[in-house]
């Protein structure tokens, strides 16, 4: 038997991927994208090398990996019969992490994060009705508290219906964790909220630099408009994968919702640019909140220029609200559980941004070796 994992390929997803193979002798059944076995054994490949050379990998997918090549938007995710009964007759538990995280697109929010829950969840009651289900986790987001201010939420005062929500993202995620509750009745749930998810405390390579590219717009200012006492809830992936992969697999957490963030140990505006600033050798910025408002019209109007200076700020655009809301989420339960804490930002920033710079926020893919053959299928 082995855990469903969706989302594999993503940046968050490859990193409890590995963390269950490597420290959980865990066996996945993993649903990706691609035309076929071997394509979405090179995507999965791409996404999981952060943490493995190709020797291990490739033992894990002849023994403990198995691809399902599919998209969560088709029914049954576009398997044939068999493979779908498959699916539902060799899952025991599920790790729901796929997502579009396009803040920008209703239409990608409604069919990956709705649509495709909702399919998720159908594996789910299928599987649990033939043998239970062990535990159905879902990574959701700490955007689900909507439109925040000064505040400091925990995990039970979050969801608020009667709140505005801040994009299309957080609005579906929101709703997927009601559709997981709703749904999944007699299944052991466990929802986690990630704040924001910048970077590996352990090393400086990541995969995913929409926020980094954000974050090196920002130290390229001189100005900033924030309130530099603000806190900004920061988290390391590595924290974040752990956590969702040890209580996935612990027979019985305490809780059924944990915030994967940095709480109220979160660092301010100032800390951060500091560190920023000392990675580039430069001095920090000088912050002048009252310049929000002119600020958020540079912004727009760069986003619509072209070159890396306009991707950052089309970038900034969107992080924005996230940014200016100077609300941390408390992460005591999740902190008691693991007997530890997420690392601060400053200390690992300035080698996730030199190699961000350095690499042109790309990251150079090993390729598959050509003498071996494709992975375990469906
Ligand atoms: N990153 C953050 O700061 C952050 C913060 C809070 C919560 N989260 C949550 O953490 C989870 C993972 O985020 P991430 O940052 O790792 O995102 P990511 O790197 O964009 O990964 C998204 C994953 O979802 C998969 N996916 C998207 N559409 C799909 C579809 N139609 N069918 C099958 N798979 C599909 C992607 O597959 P492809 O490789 O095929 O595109 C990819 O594996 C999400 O649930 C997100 O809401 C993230």
Redesign the pocket.
């Known amino acids: 038997m082995a855990i469903f994992l ?9 990193h409890v991927a590995a963390s269950l193979l490597d420290s959980h002798g865990a066996s996945l059944n993993v ?3 691609g035309k076929d076995t071997q394509e979405a054994a090179l ?1 999965l490949w791409n ?1 999981i090398q952060l943490h493995m050379d190709f020797p291990r990998f490739y033992e894990y997918l002849q023994t403990r990996i198995r691809i399902f090549p ?4 088709s029914p049954q995710f576009g398997l044939n019969r068999d493979d779908y009964d498959r699916l539902i007759h060799t899952t025991d538990s599920v790790i ?6 396009n803040r920008k697109s209703e239409k990608s929010c409604l ?2 994060n709705l649509r ?1 829950t909702l399919e998720v969840l159908q594996l789910a009651r299928r599987s649990h009705y033939y043998h239970g289900l062990r535990r159905f986790s879902n ?5 689900v508290a909507g439109k925040r201010s000064n505040e400091v939420v925990t995990e039970d005062r979050s969801i608020d219906w009667n709140r505005s929500d801040y994009d299309p ?1 957080a609005r579906t ?1 929101k709703f997927c964790e009601h559709m997981v509750r709703e749904l999944l009745p007699d299944v052991p749930i466990t929802i986690f ?6 970077g590996d405390s352990r090393f400086p390579e990541t995969t ?1 630099f929409d ?1 980094v590219r954000a974050f090196v717009f920002l130290a390229s200012l001189k100005a900033l408009p924030f309130r530099p006492n603000d806190k900004i809830d920061i988290v390391n992936v590595d924290f974040v994968a752990d956590a969702i992969a040890t209580l996935h697999q612990k027979a019985e957490p305490k809780y059924d919702t944990y915030h994967l963030s940095s709480g109220r140990d979160s660092q301010t505006f100032r800390e951060v640019t500091t560190a920023l600033a000392a990675a580039q050798q430069k001095r920090g910025p000088v912050f002048l909140p009252v310049f929000e408002k002119p600020f958020s019209s540079v912004v727009n109007s760069l986003a619509n220029r072209s070159g890396s200076l306009a991707h950052g700020a089309a970038l900034m655009k969107v992080f924005m609200p996230y940014l200016v809301w100077n609300t941390v989420f408390d992460n005591t339960r999740v902190t008691a559980e693991l007997g530890r804490k997420p690392v601060p930002f400053s200390q690992y920033s300035s080698g996730l941004l030199n190699f961000s710079r350095d690499s042109n926020f790309t990251y150079n893919y090993k390729p598959w070796p050509a003498a071996s053959a494709g992975g375990s299928a469906a």
């Open positions: 969706t989302g594999s390929t993503g940046y968050i997803g490859a649903l990706v994208r995507r996404g599919g998209d969560l938007t729901h992490c796929a997502a579009s995280l069919n990956v495709g990574v959701s987001t700490v955007a993202y995620k909220r990630p704040s924001i998810v910048l995913q926020m």
